[in-house]
């Protein structure tokens, strides 16, 4: 028995995959209840008539391209939030299975998991020693029946990187037994390395990937887990057949054309630099009581008076991200690094 048939939700492992409509391009359809006509306003390339594509093939190699990674170890999904969702219902059983979280950290891994009924077991981030994994007490908390451990790097909201040699350490620890999910969301932004190319030798390891931020493409939402294809094969039963939809497929690939990504390389290297002047001017306002350093394209800033800020910055037309309910961050906003101007305007508010 392979390792996901030992690890995977029973149940998933049984079901048949439902059958959709073959994709034929080359025939006519009339296999599918579709109209053989277009509405009127319809300017899309293939026809809003049709279905589309079930994990379409040129958007699969095109990302798999993009993460330099396999095309069977890429499913795309609604987002990266599906692909979290997916991995909590494929391996999860209500009532049974447990996650590790490390918080503060991203909301969406304890939210899927609720809802398929699985228990959230949490590990804090070591805010001593700069958000540090801790590694140890993770390892401790990973009895048999949890079954996926989130982590994030950079981590939202603290904008620290975890270290590699920790999760990879951790993974190797925990072969057999759970997924670690690294999700990267944000990794274009620090310099770092991906760990996607560790799967073939780490396949308990999986990777978050997402267009929303460093591609400009959150609207579309198109998200990429990477995993060992026996994983990917698990969720493609898991996730709907139709669930990419035609305009978002076309907007993504015509997005990921090689100028559109020189343009986007050029905007990672504005946000990077107005990180770091934003890390060094912020201090210098009266209301602010430490900024942390960040990998990501936001920073963490602990404030004397956390709703005076968020006022000052309402009232310069900036919204600003209220995470004083995280755990340990009692007088913290999020900032995004926005446009110079805005940042300026920032600046300029909260002085
Ligand atoms: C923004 C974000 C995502 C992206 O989610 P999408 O569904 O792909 O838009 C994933 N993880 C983290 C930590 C994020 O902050």
Redesign the pocket.
């Known amino acids: 028995m392979s390792w996901v048939t030992q690890l995977a939700r029973p149940e998933i492992v049984a079901l048949k995959a439902y059958e959709h409509a073959a994709w034929e391009p080359a025939l006519e359809r009339l296999h599918a209840n579709e109209l053989p006509w277009r509405s009127f306003a319809d300017e899309s390339l293939a026809g809003l008539n049709r279905y589309p594509e079930p994990q379409p093939r040129a958007l699969v190699e095109r990302l798999a391209s993009l993460y330099d990674v396999s095309v069977e170890s890429v499913l795309v999904?609604?987002?990266?939030?599906?692909?979290?969702d997916l991995l909590v219902r494929g391996f999860c059983r209500a009532g049974h299975d447990s996650v590790v979280i490390c918080p503060p950290?991203?909301g969406?891994y304890s939210i899927a998991a609720r809802i398929q009924g699985a228990n959230v077991l949490t590990v804090p981030l070591r805010a001593d020693a700069g958000f540090a994994l801790d590694e140890q007490a993770v390892l401790d908390q990973c009895k048999r029946d949890v079954k996926l451990v989130f982590l994030?790097s950079p981590?939202?909201?603290t904008g620290n990187l975890l270290s590699a040699d920790s999760i990879l350490r951790l993974t190797r620890a925990l072969e057999g037994k759970a997924v670690v999910v690294v999700?990267?969301?944000?990794i274009e932004f620090s310099g770092a390395q991906s760990l996607a190319r560790r799967i073939p030798e780490l396949p308990h390891l999986a990777i978050?990937?997402?267009?929303?931020?460093a591609y400009a493409l959150?609207g579309a939402?198109?998200?990429t887990l990477i995993a060992d294809p026996e994983v990917i094969l698990l969720l493609r039963k898991v996730i709907p057949p139709y669930a990419i939809a035609q305009l978002c497929m076309e907007a993504v690939l015509k997005a990921l054309e090689p100028t559109q990504i020189a343009v986007s390389k050029a905007r990672l290297e504005t946000i990077r630099s107005e990180r770091e002047r934003m890390l060094a001017a912020l201090p210098t306002c009266s209301n602010i009581v430490r900024v942390w350093p960040s990998a990501?394209n936001f920073l963490l800033a602990e404030f004397e008076d956390a709703p005076l800020a968020l006022a000052r910055s309402r009232g310069a037309r900036l919204l600003i991200r209220d995470v004083r309910g995280y755990p340990g961050l009692g007088r913290c906003l999020r900032i995004t690094v926005g446009s110079p101007e805005q940042n300026n305007r920032l600046l300029d508010a909260l002085r």
């Open positions: 999904g609604r987002g990266s939030d599906e692909a979290i950290t991203f969406m994030c981590n939202n909201p999700d990267e969301a944000y978050l990937r997402t267009l929303s931020k959150a939402r198109c998200g990501a």
